[in-house]
């Protein structure tokens, strides 16, 4: 239903050319990725899509043209291929490179199904999905404490996004 609203909005609304792909890009990869993940596993579209937005300008980041990297995923890992940071070039960290969109939204639905910055995500999903057998997209956002420096700016960022994404798909 979801996939069926967002199209509507592709087709409706007065975004971009370059913005609509960058939804059916993303959208489409989240399919693929999460086509056989059990609903404990899924991350919301309307959150991921969220993020992509936010974390790589609608895919015109640095980040996103030149690794496919949609999120913002750092690595410490010198074995890891990554893009250093143009105004940080001696970081210790660099962002991640993916060999395509798809891997990227896969690395970042498994990174937030295991890593322990994100238990508070997978514990609010796991008690919508008791309560209410859904996940609301702005009630998991809360658990993205720890995704961004910013802390509660970038949650409030996120959900404003996931906002707009419902509106427009209405």
Same mark, same amino acid.
């Given at each position: 239903m979801l996939k069926i609203l967002l199209i509507f909005f592709l087709s409706t609304t007065t975004i971009n050319a370059e913005n609509k792909n960058f939804i059916k890009l993303i959208t489409d990869c989240s399919d693929k990725v999460q086509n056989n993940y059990a609903d404990?596993?899924?991350i919301p579209l309307e959150l991921?899509? @969220?993020? @992509? #937005?936010?974390e790589s300008n609608w895919g015109k980041s640095r980040f996103a043209i030149e690794g496919n990297n949609y999120f913002g #995923? $750092?690595?410490?890992? @010198?074995?890891?291929?990554?893009l250093k940071?143009?105004?940080r070039p001696d970081a210790t960290f660099g962002l991640q490179v993916y060999k395509d969109a798809c891997e990227s939204v896969k690395h970042y639905i498994d990174t937030l199904n295991t890593s322990n910055q994100y238990k508070s995500? $997978?514990?609010i999903r796991k008690l919508e999905l008791k309560l209410w057998g859904k996940v609301d997209p702005e009630v998991l956002a809360m658990g993205l404490i720890n995704y961004s420096e910013e802390k509660d700016l970038y949650i409030s960022k996120v959900k404003e996004k996931i906002r707009i994404l419902k509106e427009k798909s209405n």
């Open positions: 404990n596993q899924k991921l899509l @969220a993020q @992509a #937005i936010i #995923i $750092r690595t410490w890992d @010198a074995n890891v291929p990554q940071p143009l105004k995500l $997978r514990k």
